[in-house]
């Protein structure tokens, strides 16, 4: 009964003020979680619009709990961030994209990238580079199968520190997204001081574009003042067919969305998207 109430309560974490006893339990699982087995990867296809083919993934976390429940990470990374497990998960996380990676590397289409999400304590303490670095020679992958996705709001939260490690980074060769571009208030033309190569349209926009003119006026400008810098465009959270078209129409040249493709673990994602490529 205690841990019912447990789930209970983190089904509403960190949206409500939970109780900080009931937060305590759950950072104290999640720590747990990171050094067990409970944690495991997901990952969703990428593809052109132009010809669906696959240029990439995008790592997502899962966390299954001992009693089988799975626990979203719109729920637990939120409290990672609060409680500074963070930068763990992020570890966590890479080593182990990183070590699949490096399973695949002679699978892979010349072109793929796997894209894996970094927190903005990861990025604006300008902590991640040894390690991101130590780790991709530790595995012996090439920098240039891995995009990092940093969202617009953590390079928003301290600029000038994020900069800095986007462009240490990118001198190593790794490909960098802006990830849920448009959600961030930051000024559009704060892009052009940031090296980055991709801009993942945020699906909030996406969601929006059947329904009237405002987002797709919103995603041509970003398509428009992205490509004038020279970064590549990819809309997420597209979820049918009508996006799809929509979104090719107003110039978007990647995509990621249910009607393509949901995210997967790794032997359903090597089963359908990399065994043909290994002939
Ligand atoms: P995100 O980085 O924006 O990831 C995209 C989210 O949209 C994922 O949710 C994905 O499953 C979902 N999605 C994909 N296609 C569609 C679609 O067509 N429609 C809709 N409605 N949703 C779609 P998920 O896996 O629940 O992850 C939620 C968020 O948690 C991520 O948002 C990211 O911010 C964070 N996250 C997930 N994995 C990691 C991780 O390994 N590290 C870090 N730092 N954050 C992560
Ligand atoms: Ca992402
Ligand atoms: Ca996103
Ligand atoms: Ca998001």
Known sequence: HAIDKQHRVCQYLPNQQADSKARLSLEARLRRAIDSEQLFLYFQPQFTLADRRLVGAEVLVRWRDQDGNMISPGEFIPLAEQTGLIARLDHWVFERAIEMLAGWQSHLPKDFRLSVNFSAVSVSRGLCELWVMELT??????????????????????????????????????????????????????????????????QAFTAGLEHGKADQQIVRAIVTIGKSFGHRILIEGVEGAGQAKLAEELGCQYVQGYHFAKPMGGADFIEQYLKPAAN
């Open 137 to 202: 020679e530790k595995w012996k992958v090439d920098p240039h199968y891995i995009c990092l996705e940093i969202t617009e709001s953590s390079i928003m939260s301290s600029p000038e520190q994020a900069k800095q490690s986007i462009e240490r980074l990118r001198s190593c060769g790794f490909d960098i997204a802006i990830d849920d571009f448009g959600t961030g208030y930051s000024s559009m033309a704060y892009l052009k001081h940031l090296p980055v190569t991709h801009i993942k349209i945020d």
